[in-house]
């Protein structure tokens, strides 16, 4: 931060007291220092003080104590009454300061015993800065405040303390108090908003409340009116200033060096810097709001920051809301701060003045810093659905030829104006259908002569997609695609959903296509939360010398719907100026795994210079990828194979061989249809099949709920019903039931647990039903299984020891009890051998 020197801000005061002596006329006073028992008496002599005396060595106004001089000011002597302790002097700085210090020297008398600095901004309210006793026992008795023992010192940056250690008798003349109210506080060395509150202010008052009397006099002065006394003792008891000096700056935050004197103002005026206005430099100047305004530091100048409004723009204002979204760019290009623009010039709008208003559009690479970059739409009004066209490349999607410029064109009409017929229409501005599609038809003029559709197209007009295909697109020199399916079928049409986007930059990880390593990248330290990096010398030594980028969760798994989609990448690095082993490298931009298969983009790749920026755009169609080991071209089938559950999504990350190249990956989208997403643009390149019974999923690549895919086979597979006899919802891919219910068991759910009984192929929740040996309750069931006898009975096949019958019902010889009624059961009968004849009992 800056800081203006330090002024004796006292000596441009105003100063006024309640009491001066000679005001009501010429009184006489001596000094103590020449009364003092013991001291030799060197021609004591007592002297004049009259407020109306032509001399002016017998004048002693409040001015004397600011005047520079040794000159001074003295209080009338308490010879003309005890309130003549009590006196008031207040000093007005003229304007609100940072006061440092206060250092008050005292004249012809001792220093004030009992007093109070005080500080105010607007002269009616006022807080205390210090307090000052005659002794620690006074601080406790008259402020009711603990005092602070010797030199004073500070333990919080608004402390009031009470010290004794300024109001001692000696000196008896030329005594000082130095008073420092920023050096010995916690934040001294870089303030803190609680001590500039606290050290702020425009009027200063001194509250003396007690002369310093000797002790020999003190019980006389208390006692007895001072009128009564000898004027001797009393007229050497006053107060007398001879300086009061005010340490202090302008209050400019740590953003000025200096404070001249303004003439226009009558003030000591902040020379703001760091891009700061304001009397104090207390706010930003207009189209410096980037960042919130904060005051300068000792450690940080805390520089208001320049807005990025590309010059279209003098103003903007602070939005935490827009700061935290990350939506205003800085001047360095990134997506720090919070500004935004007011009052747009030349056609512009937005945050940073970035984009065009309604009506105007900037076209393609036309830089938002250019000079009216803006140009009208001039949007055809007949053929046009409104005067609004795509405003920037932002909005723009070139690959489908929406670029800058173009207006929305009614049914019919084509042109970036919109002012011309589509092809198949015909007669401007009327615009009529010729009855050719031209999407459908094979002829290069659909309004000439019979309509000749394309292969996979038929109709009169060549309006729709043969049976077996669908998406009927200009482009496509068949017309329209066929229906994959997985090879089960062959009746689909286009998805309706809209397009979305994945763009996830959590979870990205480095790795190679050999080794099972990865490691991690770094989030931008920036706070570009769509950018991530990782450095060339924290991979070298773990990874094999091609690496790639690997996609997190969000891009993995069924992403069949991303099929004709984009996937959208920005790339670029660093390496030091001085890098002498820098050599490019090529490999393959993009690598896709799923379901066994590898593809990749063509093996050359792109070749990056270091500091260029690439944005790289990958169509998801069979023409972008190859087969990764053969190298060969692929077809519709192996894409979407690996579509079906993409294992890996890698993005090649080096593209040079130095050793301290900083790698940067940032904004990457997988556009996805999704029947969340919001987007008028929807995924017609994605089939929507009509499935056979059993199947699932836009190209019927999942089995339903209760079938499972026989031996795994995805490409004409087969979903068979899981055999579950109703007690599973599935199975896996052997066929065998998973998670079995009803109390049954086996591959097919067609075995009864142990301990129940019954025909699970009957398809019920109750086909199994618990063993009664004889009872159900766990303490009178006395066999584990049972086997059903019958269609409804059934027979315990493993009574325990001492229990027989069909239902374990009975003990068996040698036992006692009744195993029928709950709790009961068959004890070994305790018979002497040779006094029964059997071993039986009852």
């Known amino acids: 931060g800056l800081f203006p020197a330090i002024l004796n801000l006292a000596s441009n005061a105003h100063i006024s007291t309640n009491a001066t002596c000679g005001e009501k006329g010429p009184e006489m006073f001596c000094k103590l220092v020449e009364h003092v028992p013991g001291r030799p008496v060197r021609n004591p002599q007592c002297r004049i003080c009259d407020g109306n005396s032509a001399n002016p060595r017998e004048r002693h106004p409040i001015s004397h104590a600011i005047d520079g001089t040794n000159n001074w000011w003295q209080s009338p002597s308490i010879q003309n009454g005890r309130e003549y302790h009590w006196v008031t002097i207040t000093l007005d700085l003229r304007q609100v300061f940072q006061v440092a210090y206060v250092i008050i020297k005292a004249a012809n008398a001792p220093r004030p015993g009992n007093w109070i600095l005080e500080r105010s901004l607007d002269g009616t309210t006022f807080s205390p800065w210090q307090y000052y006793a005659v002794s620690d026992s006074e601080c406790l008795s008259r402020y009711n405040i603990t005092p602070r023992r010797g030199p004073p010192t500070y333990r919080a940056d608004d402390e009031v303390i009470c010290t004794s250690y300024y109001s001692r008798l000696v000196p008896l003349e030329h005594g000082e108090i130095h008073t420092s109210l920023i050096n010995g506080r916690p934040s001294a ?9 606290f050290t702020s202010a425009r009027y200063i008052r001194l509250r003396l409340q007690r002369i310093r009397t000797l002790n020999a006099d003190l019980m006389t002065l208390s006692h007895r009116e001072p009128k009564e006394l000898d004027p001797i003792v009393t007229r050497r008891y006053y107060y007398s200033i001879k300086d009061i000096s005010v340490g202090g700056m302008c209050i400019c935050y740590g953003h000025a060096s200096s404070c001249p004197w303004d003439e226009t103002t009558k003030k000591l005026q902040c020379q703001c810097e760091h891009n700061t206005c304001g009397e104090s430099c207390n706010r930003c ?16 100048g805390n520089t208001c920051e320049a807005c990025n409004c590309h010059n279209k723009a003098k103003d903007c204002y602070y939005d935490e809301s827009v700061a935290k979204q990350k939506k205003s760019l800085n001047t360095a290009g990134q997506f720090r701060g919070g500004g935004v623009c007011i009052n747009c010039l030349q056609n512009t709008m ?37 005067s609004v066209c795509i405003k920037d490349d932002l909005h723009s999607d070139l690959h489908n030829g929406k670029w800058p410029g173009q207006c929305p064109c009614k049914e019919g009409y084509a042109g970036e104006k919109c002012d011309r017929c589509q092809l198949g229409y015909k007669d401007y501005p009327t615009c009529v259908s010729c009855g050719c599609n031209p999407a459908g038809s094979a002829s290069d003029e659909p309004c000439t002569g019979p309509c000749v559709c394309k292969e ?41 959903w809209p397009v979305g986007q994945v763009n996830d930059m959590s979870g990205w990880l480095v790795t190679d296509l050999i080794s099972p390593r990865k490691i991690l990248s770094q989030q931008d330290a920036l706070g570009r939360r769509h950018q991530v990096s990782i450095n060339n010398t924290a991979v070298m030594q773990r990874l094999a010398l091609k690496y790639y980028w690997a996609a997190p969760k969000a891009y ?40 066994g298969l590898t593809l990749s983009t063509q093996a050359e790749g792109l070749s990056l210079q270091p500091y260029e920026e690439y944005t790289n755009v990958v169509r998801l169609v069979p023409e972008n990828f190859r087969d990764f080991h053969s190298k060969m071209q692929i077809d519709r089938d192996q894409l979407m194979t690996v579509l079906a559950n993409v294992t890996h999504l890698l993005i090649r990350a080096n ?6 190249a900083l790698y940067r990956l940032e904004s990457v989208s997988l556009d996805i249809a999704s029947p969340n997403a919001i987007d008028l643009v929807v995924a017609a390149d994605v089939e929507h099949c009509e499935c056979p019974q059993g199947y699932t999923g836009t190209s019927c690549e999942l089995c339903l709920s209760g079938y499972y895919r026989v031996d795994g086979i995805l ?58 040996c004889p009872l159900t309750i766990a303490s009178n069931n006395f066999s584990p299984t049972c086997v059903l006898e019958g269609d409804h009975n059934f027979r315990c096949d493993a009574c325990l020891l001492g229990y027989e019958g069909k239902h374990c019902e009975r003990c068996s010889s040698g036992y006692y009890g009744n195993p029928q009624t709950p709790g009961g059961s ?17």
């Open 189 to 197: 060395d870089d303030l803190s908003p609680k001590l500039l509150e």
């Open 285 to 300: 100047c207009p189209g410096y709001h980037q960042q919130p305004w904060r005051p300068g530091t000792v450690s940080s």
């Open 350 to 386: 937005g945050i940073n003045c970035e984009t065009c208003i309604d009506g105007y559009y900037r076209p393609h690479k036309v830089s938002p810093y250019e000079d009216e970059p803006c140009r009208p739409c001039n949007c055809d009004p007949v053929g046009s659905l409104s």
């Open 456 to 496: 996979n197209v038929e109709g009169k007009a060549c309006d729709r997609c043969k049976p077996g295909f669908y998406n009927l697109k200009e482009k496509n020199p068949r017309g329209c695609s066929e229906c994959f399916c997985f090879g089960v079928s062959d009746v689909c049409s286009s998805l309706s």
């Open 556 to 595: 993995l798994g069924n992403k069949l719907t991303a099929f004709g989609g984009f996937l959208k990448y920005t790339v670029s690095y660093d390496i030091p100026v001085e890098t002498v082993d820098s050599n490019l490298m090529s490999h393959a931009d993009v690598i896709i795994k799923g379901n």
């Open 655 to 660: 593209y040079n061989s130095a050793k301290m």
């Open 715 to 772: 490409f004409g597979g087969i979903c068979q019903a899981c055999e579950c006899h109703g007690h599973a919802a599935e199975c896996d891919v052997h066929g065998v039931c998973i998670a079995c219910a009803h109390n049954t068991t086996g591959d097919h759910c067609e075995q009864c647990l142990p301990g129940f009984y019954g025909e699970p192929s009957r398809g019920t929740p109750g086909d199994c039903q618990p063993c009664a």
């Open 826 to 842: 068959c004890q070994k009968c305790d018979c002497n051998p040779h006094g029964s004849v059997h071993g039986d009992c009852d």
